[in-house]
């Protein structure tokens, strides 16, 4: 059974940074999937970011490209997200989860992390 816990959120000010931490453990966990999502308040969920642990292929969305960064320490088995250039409207909690395959949903979620950007 994979299990995810995030970390690393907080209150920053627009323009800033801030990088999320997602630990991962699990016997299978490395040839995973790891996802990132956001809900806001009043808003469905929206995905961020993806890497596959076993190559690091990563995938963003247009709303956050280039702003955001998936990355892995295989080490660790943790993954980061780095966010840049930080927006108010990128204020909501954000996510962790897994799948273990492409063809998979995701089905194991951390318990999520609130980020908040002040104006």
């Known amino acids: 059974q994979v299990q995810l816990v995030e970390s690393g959120g907080g209150l920053v000010q627009a323009g800033g940074s801030l990088r999320l931490s997602c630990a991962a453990s699990?016997?299978?966990?490395?040839?995973?999937?790891i996802g990132w999502f956001r809900q806001a308040p009043g808003k469905d969920r929206e995905f961020v970011a993806r890497?596959?642990?076993?190559?690091?292929?990563?995938y963003y969305p247009d709303s956050v490209k280039g702003r955001f960064s998936i990355s892995k320490d295989n080490a660790k088995n943790t993954v980061y997200l780095q966010m840049s250039s930080l927006k108010p409207e990128d204020t909501a909690v954000y996510y962790c989860?897994?799948?273990?395959?492409?063809?998979?949903?995701?089905?194991?979620w951390g318990q999520g992390t609130q980020v908040t950007v002040s104006s």
């Open positions: 989860a897994a799948r273990p395959s492409p063809s998979s949903t995701w089905t194991v």
């Open positions: 699990g016997r299978t966990v490395s040839t995973y999937h």
């Open positions: 890497i596959i642990l076993s190559g690091g292929s990563t």
